[in-house]
């Protein structure tokens, strides 16, 4: 319990440094996004030739931040730390003039969608094919797929994700070229035609989180099945008289996941800011599409409500990889000492 304790402590510490960090920097850089934005508003308001009213525009500012531009600067922190925990108050976008959190809450699910599904068939066919490449080392399908895998890895997942669309939707036209569904559907819910519209939209964006794990993986997962292939203890398993599935499944391709695993957790977050260019290049409004949205237009809260949404994701993806490590190893230990 100590352990769990400790680790998740550590986590909340690390989301508040970042947190931290983030809002100062911010704040202190020159021409900072809060001055940005009264510097606008008080030319906007003397290019009309009208009377610049400073509190008007102070309100104004507050409204969309969440911050009241003249109050010192560590009220400014307190205030806005107190609206995220107590309010999920993470201020208003300035782009789509929506709660930042709403825009978050609506758009996650389907970045999780397509991000999740897209990790898990490349992580698992990176896991069977390096698994068959290791126990056909040598051999022609060893050395294809290595080439394979190889040009894969090489390859920008944008640049697949562009030729993609332009091929299988735009030229072919077998998917949609943009979306999250079909708007033209009137009953969104719960019913085949609109599952089978959100997967047919979520294909290709699908496809592009696979070709960001494919390749390297594989190649990762041949290199640490030829070395447990060549540790002792397989060498006595194979004495025992043992069955070679059994010594695949249980011995090789158990020990040589483990590497990966937490690559795999860690992998979340990379894959989600991988989604910002995916999703813009699909048209997917999802919270890449708004990230994108948000640097376009210079809409601060929007984009440290994303900043927050992606540090939350890495700081769950790290917790769960050392919560679950000891289910996959057993040798793992929970004490106070680092095992991997």
Known sequence: MRYYITRI??????LFAVFTISFFMYR?????PVEAMRQQMVLEAMSTGGEVDMQRINRLVEIYTGIQPTEPLYVQYFNYIRDI??????????WKNQPVFQILFTAMPWS???????LL??????????????YREGGRFDKTMSIVATISTSVPYYVAAILMLSYLAFELGWFPTGGRY??????????VPFIVSVIRHAALPILTGFVVGFGGGALAMRGNSLRVMGEDYIRVAQLRGLSETRIATRYVTRNAILPMYTSLM???ASIFSSSIIMEQIFNYPGVGWYTFGAIENRDYPLLMGVFIFFTVITLIGVLIAEFTYGFIDPRASTGDKETY
């Open 266 to 268: 860690i992998g979340i």
């Open 112 to 118: 999780v969608f397509v991000s999740i599904y897209g």
């Open 28 to 32: 202190l850089l020159p021409g900072g």
């Open 85 to 94: 925990v107590l309010y999920q108050d993470f201020g208003k976008s300035i």
């Open 121 to 134: 068939l490349g992580f698992t066919t990176n896991i069977l094919l390096g698994s068959l490449m290791a």
């Open 9 to 14: 402590g550590q986590a909340v510490f690390t």
């Open 182 to 191: 079909d708007s033209q559907l009137t009953s969104p819910g719960f019913n």
